[in-house]
Structures are given as C-alpha cells and as structure tokens.
C-alpha cells in the first residue's frame, strides 16, 4: 500500500524478533508470545504453500475467534495470499455462493460446499518437522477481502483498495497506541473484528480476543487484563448495561483510555450510560462502510453537545442528496453519499456487484442529514423504511424509543402489512432477566416518546438476542418470517 512499508507477515516479525516473549494472543485462558506466534505461521504457512497455496490466491478462514483464526490470516499474509474471513456458522447454501464468487485456493475449517477447493480442518496441525524460520517477504496484492450482502441485498466481496503493505500507524487516528491491550470481543469474520485485529498486529498490542461474547466475561477480561483500547458495537453495549449494573464493584473500567462503537446507531439511551460509565473523553464513535470512502468521528464530548450525531467526516468526503439527486439542505433527510479524497487511492473493489453511485458519489444504502454545524444523524437504511399512512417511519428510530427502558435487553422493528395504513410497526423485544414487561407497558413507554403512528401494534417477546455479536440483524428475514407467522391471524 505504500512504498518502503514492509507487508503485514514482515511487520510482524519484526515486533516478535525485537521482543519475542511479549504477550501477542490471549484466548480461552491460553496466551501466545510474538515469538511463539511468528514461528507457528511460519510452519502453517509452508504447509498452506504445500497445499497450493501461492501469491495472490485467497484463503477462506471459517474458523470461531481463536488463536487457530490469528495463526491462519497471519499465515496467508506471510505467502503473500489473501484472508477472507467468513462466518464459521455461514449456512453451505450461502457459503457456496460466496465462494463462487472468488474461489479460494484453500479453505481452514470446513469442507468447500462446491467441492472444487481443497480444505484443512479446524484442528489441522502442520507437519512438526516443517521449518519454522522465516519466509521470502512476500506482499499479499489485497490485504483483506471481507463479504457482505449489505446496499446491495445480495452478496458479494468487498476488497481493500491496496495490498498487505499496511502503515504501522494505521490505528493512530483512532487513538491507539503502541503495546495497547485491546480487546476484541466481535466476530473477527466481520470487518470490525478483522481491522481491529489488524491493527493490533501492527502495533504490537496484547490481542485479547473472546470466542464469543458473554457479558460477565467481558467485563471480567477488562478487568484482569487492564484492557486500555477496544472497538465494539451497540448491541454488545446494551448487554453489558445490566451486568454491569447490578455489581459494579466486581469490576474495574478504569484502564480503558479509548473505548469505540461502531456498525448500527446507538441508542441515545445506551450511548448516555457508556459516556456517564467511561466518561466523554473515553467513549467514540465511527461511521463508515467496509468500503472506506469516508468516514466520521464523534467523541463523547461532541455527541454530548450533537444528541445523536455520529460526528464529523474526517476522510474522503459525504453529501446528503434527495431522490432527484439534488444536496440536500441542513436538518433535511435524504441518502447519504460517499467519496475518497480528490487524488486519493481506491479505497475498495466489489467483486460480484457494482456500487450505487450518482456522479461519482457512492451511497451504502444509508439515511440522514447534516446539521447547520457538519454533524451527521442517520435515520435507518433505505431498505429498512417503511411508511405508516404515507409518512416515513425508520426503524432504528422506535428501537432508540425501546432501548430506553431499562428492562429491555435487545429489540428490532420491522414494518408489517396493514389493510389500512399499508404498514404498521412490530416490535420484538428480548427483555432483561427476571423482567416482568408486557405489552401494554412497552407501547406506553413508547407512546410517551414518539407520535402514536410510530408506536408498535404489536410487540413479540423472545429470549433470544435479536442481533448476532458483530450488531447486524437480518431484518428481510425477520419480516418475512413475522408475516409468515401472522398470515393466518389476517385471513
């Protein structure tokens, strides 16, 4: 990516030789130093480039968070390959139409759904007698490829704009640090996880890294590690809330100098905890797709004076345009759009779709408005609107209203047919443990904050989270199965 920068593999063995008993990887209780983790990749690489592994060849790692998921990407960086990281969970339906779209010269985890690309297991062990000395330095031509279905509703590979040539400060408009301790506690397989694990490579971090997120181990991992940089989204936030709450004295965040969310909105109810838990100066936010064309950053302190902003573009450029494509005036919704720099490098390729674009703009399918100031407040996706008697009603909107009570854990809304208003609101709600919500309590609680077509019709309570760790909710799929569910009620 930039001239004289070595490649990711390189960076990293560099950090191992000058401190090689350094702490690089905690996971479930096992913690491997820098120096015990370049020769592991060394030694997998070779055996990846037995198998067929070369230059410029993707390897699917479909592994769980785990030092076997750090070893494989490290591993495929090292061979000047490209880590395409997906869901270890990922149906074979989905999973093969992925890998249609870029077949990969390996996989690490699972078995290839179209039997065309060779596979290890999730217990593969290289031959012990493979060296464990260091490789040709070889650059990977993209240094990540992350999959989505995203704008587009279908899916498709979002590759980075340049190759595994990484600067080492690539984390510090973030505010990170060399030897941070940083806690990655979303899937590794969604760009959130993958970057910030990248960066904590860089930089020489004690990675911290869940196999799946549990709140009392979060907290406990915060804890005993003195975490002090982490990146995670608001679902993950609205979970720690009661755990935390109901014994605050069994856990200590005061290492925590930079904490970050990003991936959905937060709601205004959750945001305000974090910021009154951490304190201002600590809690940020980030807005931007995988894509990277621009992005915004809020800091505590701003959203306290910008309620709900995600803050101001501090790369590439963004407008706010209307259907017609005309820029949108101050406090007016309209779909946002995206674009790097004048001069800038590409920062992304899709492979399997093409971008929305409108005169050089690209839009990720998202709503909102600037304020008078250059703030930005999103509304919801475009895709993720419905209308109730002809007015516009988003989503995240009446989940901000929800999220409020302290009772509920985790809700989603979707629009559902109505014969009169075309659509009215459904609400699924997960409430708190020991909880005694009901109905009639969550639409009064609403109904004292949003106008009375906004208040759910119907609210549905489940036990189970409405968001995976990662925050994304497949709300298509969620609708779709709603209707399906009440279709005969309607007939």
């Known amino acids: 990516m930039v001239d004289g920068v070595p490649p990711i593999g390189t960076q990293f063995s560099h950090l191992a030789?000058?401190?090689?008993?350094?702490?690089?990887?905690?996971c479930a209780g096992r913690t491997v130093t820098r120096g015990e983790l370049d020769a592991a990749t060394n030694r997998l690489a070779r055996a990846f480039a037995e198998l067929g592994v070369r230059q410029g060849d993707y390897v699917t790692v479909l592994l769980p968070n785990s030092?076997?998921?750090?070893?494989?990407?490290?591993?495929?960086?090292k061979l000047g390959a490209v880590p395409?990281?997906?869901?270890?969970?990922?149906?074979?339906?989905?999973?093969?139409?992925?890998?249609?779209?870029?077949?990969?010269?390996?996989?690490?985890?699972?078995?290839?759904?179209?039997?065309?690309?060779?596979?290890?297991?999730?217990?593969?062990v290289p031959d012990p007698t493979l060296s464990a000395e260091p490789l040709p330095e070889a650059v990977s031509p993209v240094w990540k490829s992350m999959a989505s279905g995203g704008s587009t509703g279908r899916p498709k590979l979002i590759e980075a704009g340049g190759d595994s040539r990484v600067p080492p400060a690539i984390?510090?408009?973030?505010?990170?640090?060399?030897?941070?301790?940083?806690?990655?506690?979303?899937?590794?397989?969604?760009?959130?996880?993958?970057?910030?694990?990248?960066?904590?490579?860089?930089?020489?971090?004690?990675?911290?890294?869940?196999?799946?997120?549990?709140?009392?181990?979060?907290?406990?991992?915060?804890?005993?590690?003195?975490?002090?940089?982490?990146?995670?989204?608001?679902?993950?936030?609205?979970?720690?809330?009661?755990?935390?709450?109901?014994?605050?004295?069994?856990?200590?965040?005061?290492?925590?100098?930079?904490?970050?969310?990003?991936?959905?909105?937060?709601?205004?109810?959750?945001?305000?905890?974090?910021?009154?838990?951490?304190?201002?100066?600590?809690?940020?936010?980030?807005?931007?797709?995988?894509?990277?064309?621009?992005?915004?950053?809020?800091?505590?302190?701003?959203?306290l004076a910008h309620r709900g902003s995600v803050g101001v573009v501090v790369a590439g450029e963004m407008t706010v345009l209307d259907d017609d494509g005309n820029r949108c005036p101050p406090g007016v919704v309209g779909e946002i759009y995206m674009r790097r720099s004048p001069g800038a490098a590409p920062t992304y390729r899709y492979i399997g779709s093409?971008?929305?674009?409108?005169?050089?703009?690209?839009?990720?399918?998202?709503?909102?408005?600037?304020?008078?100031?250059?703030?930005?407040?999103?509304?919801?996706?475009?895709?993720d609107m419905f209308t109730v008697g002809g007015r516009n009603v988003y989503p995240a909107e009446i989940e901000s209203a929800l999220s409020a009570h302290p009772d509920v854990l985790s809700c989603?809304?979707?629009?559902?047919?109505?014969?009169?208003?075309?659509?009215?609101?459904?609400?699924?709600?997960?409430?708190?443990?020991?909880?005694a919500l009901d109905e009639a309590a969550v639409t009064e609680f609403v109904a004292g904050q949003l106008a009375g077509y906004k208040v759910p019709r119907t609210v549905e309570f489940t036990d189970q989270p409405l968001r995976d760790d990662a925050g994304k909710a497949r709300r298509s799929a969620v609708r779709a199965e709603v209707i399906a569910r009440s279709a005969p009620q309607r007939r």
Not at 67 to 77: E, F, K, N, P, Y
Not at 90 to 109: K, Q
Not at 245 to 256: E, F, G, K
Not at 356 to 362: A, E, F, P, V, Y
Request: net charge negative.
């Open 412 to 435: 989603l809304v979707v629009g559902v047919p109505d014969g009169d208003l075309g659509q009215v609101p459904y609400a699924l709600v997960q409430p708190a443990p020991g909880s």
């Open 171 to 303: 984390g510090v408009p973030l505010g990170a640090e060399p030897g941070d301790v940083n806690l990655i506690s979303v899937p590794m397989s969604h760009n959130t996880g993958f970057t910030t694990f990248a960066i904590g490579l860089l930089m020489g971090h004690h990675l911290v890294v869940m196999p799946r997120f549990d709140p009392h181990e979060f907290l406990r991992l915060v804890t005993q590690h003195r975490v002090t940089f982490l990146t995670t989204v608001p679902t993950i936030m609205q979970r720690l809330l009661p755990v935390y709450r109901s014994d605050p004295q069994a856990y200590d965040l005061t290492s925590i100098r930079r904490f970050w969310h990003v991936g959905a909105p937060c709601p205004p109810a959750v945001k305000e905890a974090w910021i009154h838990l951490l304190g201002p100066q600590v809690l940020w936010e980030l807005y931007g797709g995988t894509e990277l064309q621009a992005l915004t950053f809020i800091s505590g302190e701003q959203w």
């Open 67 to 77: 030092i076997g998921w750090v070893q494989a990407v490290l591993a495929a960086w």
């Open 354 to 383: 093409t971008a929305k674009s409108r005169d050089g703009w690209d839009s990720l399918g998202d709503l909102g408005y600037f304020d008078e100031d250059g703030f930005l407040y999103l509304n919801d996706r475009r895709v």
């Open 84 to 124: 395409q990281p997906l869901s270890a969970r990922l149906p074979d339906a989905e999973l093969a139409g992925l890998l249609a779209l870029r077949p990969p010269a390996l996989l690490v985890g699972r078995d290839d759904p179209n039997g065309i690309s060779p596979s290890v297991s999730v217990d593969f």
């Open 17 to 26: 030789a000058r401190d090689p008993d350094a702490p690089a990887v905690t």
